[in-house]
């Protein structure tokens, strides 16, 4: 026998360069999804970044970020190609009577901003969260903290599950049918919120039922045993507790809020809208306009004008803007539920 | 000091007397309620979800039925025996052109002709092709007065019952003499529809002419520069005359056509679910068939779950069993990070960017080989496919990675033990254990895919038809519309309460159930063969 | 045993003159704190208790001995109605009455009787906040605010609880960062800032190592003038050094309950010799 072998020698075989083969092609196949993500990502970045920064001080396109969308212009002016946006060129036609005259190619939305985007979807985003997280954390602490099993609560949770399985689009029409036609609010922030809310709702309940969940039973029957009620119980002793936990999964469902286009397309966005939400003459009025919203914005630019070199700026910049936010947000609700998971531990 | 007990026994002890009651319920009853009520929430949302689903919806089968009756009784289908005919024909006619083009690639690659030299060579075989589509000339102008004549039919009475409608209105509003001024001439289908069946006869004669003529231009076909192509001309041959042997029986069922036969009830809903068209908006006859729509969300989310399954399974295997800690720690949150791409935005990059490089590359020599390459279509059922397939490997991923982590250590540990290598283990233990954890998995992917809008709306090309599937698996770079798609293309641009209106709620209703029943199945599939331990 | 002060061999001596057949019927004597008539108790289909007959004296320390799953710690949470928590449970026989009052009444509310009746847990289970409010949580619920008499009673429960001078200079400090029996003791001292008559003591040494338990035990000691304390325990030496009474359960069935002493030197059923003398359990 050789001296340099023993029985439990390490030995080249098939079977072991084999097993190298196959895990080598599930690394490939992870690292292939996140590279595809990434290429997306970039692409959307590094085109986007043209329009919203800027080489020179203030690094920052801010009017893109603060103006309206308006029509771009395309003329040619002794000789040189000029592009301005709507009022621009209605302010140089009143300058120069001559520019009336001059063959114009014109492209909708592709000059100034988004800023009425964003101000939409960020109140689209608060309103519905608001009524998501009041309904789906009663929701949570009832089937958590109250709830018997029963056949009551097997048919909530079987509604729940389901719930979460419906396509959003079908939010949007029943969306559409119930608030905009049935109770006649019309496409409003209202009708949006309410649709979000329900679309979002499992999401958080879900969210809640498992932070619910990691408060240790000994905080409650400590309690209970000491005679408090059950909802003395649940509000000073359980849900401190689980608010954390609550809120950081539910910037999850943030990002889905802020990232859904179809369940707000017949219910909430318009397609341009001149006013700004705060604009309106009586308060209630308010809660009963239509605003413009990101994602239907990104839909708009992207199916509905031409792709060339004027709209890209538009395009790219709002799918930009948009990809950041809802990253940010879901980078946050990621950090935050890495960070908590370490610091409540009991 | 403390309290002491008070004497004993003490009657009073612990027995309830002084908390607040609003009608028979304590605070703490009323706050469960108030929570239970929440909770109830989701129950409600799914019972107004159905309810107004229906309620929108279901009038779309009175309304189609009527649709279908008004198509019977004005005519247009006995019309549509004719238009089929005409139909026929020109794909025949589609037929010869496509053998033309096959002879004059010969004639100009292989052969390197010139182009006047080419066409000199095809000269005979054009005279052939102009003959067999003159052919048809008569048949197509009887088709024109015939389709002008229906078309006026139908118009006259939906004019009537707009007319009836206005009247109606106005008598509720109780605006008597103006009802009345409200003219409505009875539509006598039977003496309106005379000048069409008395058209059959002259149609007859047409039609024997036309046979005649077909009958005669087929035995005498051009010759072909090509001998290999010899075998289409006889295939065409052969088309032609079972196109021609059919033409008593279009004159048969055109004589037994019948006005009055009645549309059947059921008829409303089948020509809905086994509808091959869906057609709006036409001056002819609207057709609201799922099958096209159903055919593309089914096809856009195979081909999305044929990409993702392998990707999100082996990221998950790769995961949960190979990668080191850290490996996991950072590959977890980015798959996460990608779940959070709006899909709006990656339907704008498929637009973008995806749909010109799929095309560019599939107009690359060394892929030619692949089925379906090189294709013009930008935007088809393969890009939206792949960019499903992104949004659906992160949800098969993260659910798939459960189930591998529910399979208890033990099971791994015993393998091991065992001298089982890791693959081993993992593919013969790991894998089978957590199997229907994967399956549920892969079908919860498949609700999320086909319930997707945005990137199918924008991607997935837009064409209502169903694709030719005689092509193979080359019909996944065909274009076509997905049920999610029509509604959120079409629903902004439709009258209210109009048939195309309800259908596009049915058409919701139907993504509705059929997201209830994948996640039915998924979740059975979890709980039945849930692994027990202990 | 030789722990325990001779007042409590003088008292139990005196109820250990009735014959063992006397012990089991429910003899109405006026130190009777808790009367146990003849209980069922059922989680779902499984009968964990029957036919419980127990009287517990005021003011005494009365263990509940057994093996794992005798049914001991059932009736404990009984007691103060904890089982109504879990789902599926039922008294589906007998009365459970404190002070004379059945507590499974229609018209009894639980809250007050929790308030009376308190609950020390086998594993300590402080709230994440500080000692000081982990004392006055009970106290607040209760509506008493009075920042002055709230430190009063802090004081005197965390001394009753033998737990002050380790404590007093981190009151504010989380109750979490104290030691295994510390917290053990923390929550014995939150458990009595609510004054109540009967601490009920799920195996609250079972966690602890043995200074920790020793230290706990000494605490009962001083708690039985005040308190009636029912303890249930898997350590047959802790029953023995420090309660008046033991009763022994085996198989949800209680099978001899006399004076501690009796039951560890003369056992009359077999069952609970062969237990005592650590044949099985």
Known sequence: ?346 | MIESPSALPNPNFAVQKRRLRFLGLTIDDTIRAFFGGNAFVAVVVLALITFFLFREGIGFFVQNRFNVELYRQAGLEYVDHIRRQADDHAALSRYLSDLRLRQFSILTEREKRSLADTNTALAPFDTFAEQFSASADPLRALLSDLTEQATALKTKFVVTEDRKEERRQLLAVGKLAEAAAVEIVAVDFARELQPLIAMLPTYQTANRDFARTLAELIERPPALVQVELASRLATFQRFTRDYVAGFPAIERAMAAWDYRQPVPVWHALTSFIFGRQWLTASFWQDWYGILPLLVGSLLVSLVALFLAVPLAVGAAIYVNQIASLREQRFIKPCIEFISAFPSVVLGFFGIAVLGQALRTLSQQSWLAWLPGFPFSERLNILTAGSLLALIAVPTIFTLAEDALNNVPRAFKEASFALGASRLQTVLKIIVPASLSGIISAVLLGLGRVIGETMVVLLCAGNRIAIPDFTQGVAVLVEPVHTMTGIIAQEMGEVVRGSVHYRALFVVGLVLFLLSLAINYVAQGIVRRYRISIG | MTTRPPSAFARSSALSANSPASRLSPAVTPEVLVAIDHVDFFYGATQALNDICLQVEAKRVTAFIGPSGCGKSTLLRCLNRMNDLIEGTRLSRGTIKIHGVDIYQRDVDVIELRKRVGMVFQKSNPFPKSIYENITYGLLLHGRHEKKHLDEIVERSLRGAALWDEVKDRLHTSGLGLSGGQQQRLCIARAIAVEPEVILMDEPCSALDPVATAKVEELIQDLRSRYTIIIVTHNMQQAARCSDRTAFFYLGKLVEYADTRDIFTNPTNPQTEAYVSGRFG
């Not at chain 1, 029509?71 to 120069?96: C, I, N, P, T, V």
């Not at chain 1, 939400?277 to 630019?301: C, K, T």
């Not at chain 1, 709209?311 to 790219?316: F, L, S």
């Not at chain 1, 948009?322 to 609700?333: E, G, K, N, Q, R």
Request: hydrophobic share 50%; net charge positive; proline share 5%.
């Open chain 1, 1 to 346: 026998m050789n001296p340099a072998t023993h029985l439990f020698q390490a030995k080249v075989s098939g079977a072991r360069r084999h097993e190298k083969w196959v895990f080598a092609l599930f690394r490939f196949a992870t690292y292939f999804v996140l590279f595809c993500g990434l290429g997306v990502f970039l692409n959307i970045v590094a085109k986007g970044s043209r329009t919203v920064f800027k080489a020179e001080a203030p690094f920052v396109n801010i009017a893109f970020l603060t103006q309206a969308p308006e029509s771009l212009y395309l003329f040619e002016w002794e000789g040189q190609k000029r592009e301005m946006g709507d009022r621009e060129f209605r302010a140089f036609k009143a300058a120069h009577p001559a520019a009336a005259q001059v063959p114009t190619e014109s492209y909708v939305y592709s000059a100034g901003g988004i800023f009425p985007c964003i101000v939409g979807t960020v109140l689209l985003v608060l309103g519905s969260m608001v009524i998501a997280l009041s309904l789906g954390v009663s929701a949570a602490i009832f089937l958590i903290e109250y709830a018997d099993d029963g056949p009551f609560i097997r048919f909530v949770r079987l509604a729940i599950l389901n719930l979460a399985g419906v396509p959003s689009i079908v939010f949007g029409l029943f969306g559409f049918g119930m608030f905009v036609i049935f109770f006649g609010w019309n496409v409003s922030l209202l009708a949006g919120w309410f649709t979000l809310a329900f679309m979002v709702l499992p999401v958080v309940i879900t969210a809640s039922e498992e932070s619910l969940k990691a408060v240790p039973k000994g905080f409650r029957e400590g309690s209970l045993a000491l005679g408090a009620t059950k909802w003395q119980t649940i509000r000073k002793n359980v849900l401190p507790y689980a608010l954390p936990g609550i809120l950081t999964s539910s910037v999850l469902g943030i990002a889905r809020v802020a990232g859904e286009t179809a369940p707000i397309m017949f219910t909430a966005a318009y397609v341009v809208r001149d006013k700004l939400p705060w604009e309106v003459d009586h308060w209630s009025d308010f809660f009963f306009q239509g605003v413009m919203a990101l994602p239907y914005h990104i839909y708009v630019v992207s199916s509905k004008i031409p792709q060339n070199e004027y709209t890209e700026r538009v395009q790219y910049g709002t799918a930009f803007v948009f990809l950041i936010i809802v990253a940010l947000i879901a980078t946050l609700s990621i950090v935050l539920r890495n960070n908590l998971r370490d610091r409540y531990k009991w």
